[in-house]
């Protein structure tokens, strides 16, 4: 059986690369990220759920690219706040506003909001579409609460904010391997790792 030789990732993020191919190491596969793998599309972000994001991600990325292809899409859902900023992490306050900022806001959002009440969620879904153009999507999540302060200058985005209850500290506080093991990105990737695997072992190609 062919096997797949190279996996295209569909993002810019470069703290999201960092993660995710240590996370997929066990694959042994090499990630590329579009512009390693010199691809330029523009990609329009419209879907109304994490997973209609990633597939999107992923489909614009493969119709230029062939080839495997993943993308996530992820997020912070803050339960107070009716899930806010949900499929909106990226742009909440504008895609230009530093995530200082932007933790400082939710923070001030959840002023004199007790401990049993800031309940939060960071959510995953990936998306691949394999080399026959079929596709699948898988979706994970990581439970914790909004802290009261940031702590921690690990990770990226909303990490410094975000309190596993496990560990008592924030996900900016962990070492990276430690929160590959317990986040969402981790989880939903190590599951489509399975799903590539399982690709390669069928006769779909
Ligand atoms: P995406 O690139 O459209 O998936 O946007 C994801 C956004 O959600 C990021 O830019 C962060 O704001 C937030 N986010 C997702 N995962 C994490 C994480 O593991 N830590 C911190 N923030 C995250």
């Given at each position: 059986m062919p096997k797949i030789e190279k996996i295209i990732f569909a993002t810019k993020n470069k703290g999201k690369v960092r993660e995710i191919s240590e996370i997929l190491k066990f694959m042994d596969i090499p990630v590329l990220t579009m512009e390693e793998a010199g691809i330029e599309v523009e990609i329009?972000?419209?879907?109304?759920?994490f997973e209609e994001n990633a597939l999107i991600k992923a489909k614009s990325v493969h119709a230029v690219s062939g080839g495997l292809v993943l993308a996530d899409d992820s997020g912070l859902e803050i339960d107070y706040l009716n899930k806010e900023p949900g499929i909106y992490s990226a742009r909440y306050m504008g895609e230009n506003t530093s995530y200082h900022e932007k933790n400082m806001n939710l923070i001030g959002r959840l002023e004199g909001v007790p401990d049993d009440k800031r309940t939060a969620r960071f959510v995953c879904a990936v998306a691949a579409v394999f080399p026959d153009g079929t596709h699948k999507v898988v979706r994970a999540t990581m439970e914790g609460r909004i802290g009261y302060k940031e702590a921690g200058s690990n990770g990226f985005g909303y990490d410094p904010i975000f309190i596993l209850p496990k560990y008592g500290v924030t996900t900016a506080e962990l070492a990276p391997e430690v929160k590959n093991q317990e986040s969402h990105r981790g989880k939903a990737l190590r599951l489509m790792g399975k799903e590539i695997m399982d690709y390669e072992d069928s006769d779909n190609k």
């Amino acid at each position: 059986m062919p096997k797949i030789e190279k996996i295209i990732f569909a993002t810019k993020n470069k703290g999201k690369v960092r993660e995710i191919s240590e996370i997929l190491k066990f694959m042994d596969i090499p990630v590329l990220t579009m512009e390693e793998a010199g691809i330029e599309v523009e990609i329009v972000e419209n879907g109304k759920s994490f997973e209609e994001n990633a597939l999107i991600k992923a489909k614009s990325v493969h119709a230029v690219s062939g080839g495997l292809v993943l993308a996530d899409d992820s997020g912070l859902e803050i339960d107070y706040l009716n899930k806010e900023p949900g499929i909106y992490s990226a742009r909440y306050m504008g895609e230009n506003t530093s995530y200082h900022e932007k933790n400082m806001n939710l923070i001030g959002r959840l002023e004199g909001v007790p401990d049993d009440k800031r309940t939060a969620r960071f959510v995953c879904a990936v998306a691949a579409v394999f080399p026959d153009g079929t596709h699948k999507v898988v979706r994970a999540t990581m439970e914790g609460r909004i802290g009261y302060k940031e702590a921690g200058s690990n990770g990226f985005g909303y990490d410094p904010i975000f309190i596993l209850p496990k560990y008592g500290v924030t996900t900016a506080e962990l070492a990276p391997e430690v929160k590959n093991q317990e986040s969402h990105r981790g989880k939903a990737l190590r599951l489509m790792g399975k799903e590539i695997m399982d690709y390669e072992d069928s006769d779909n190609k």
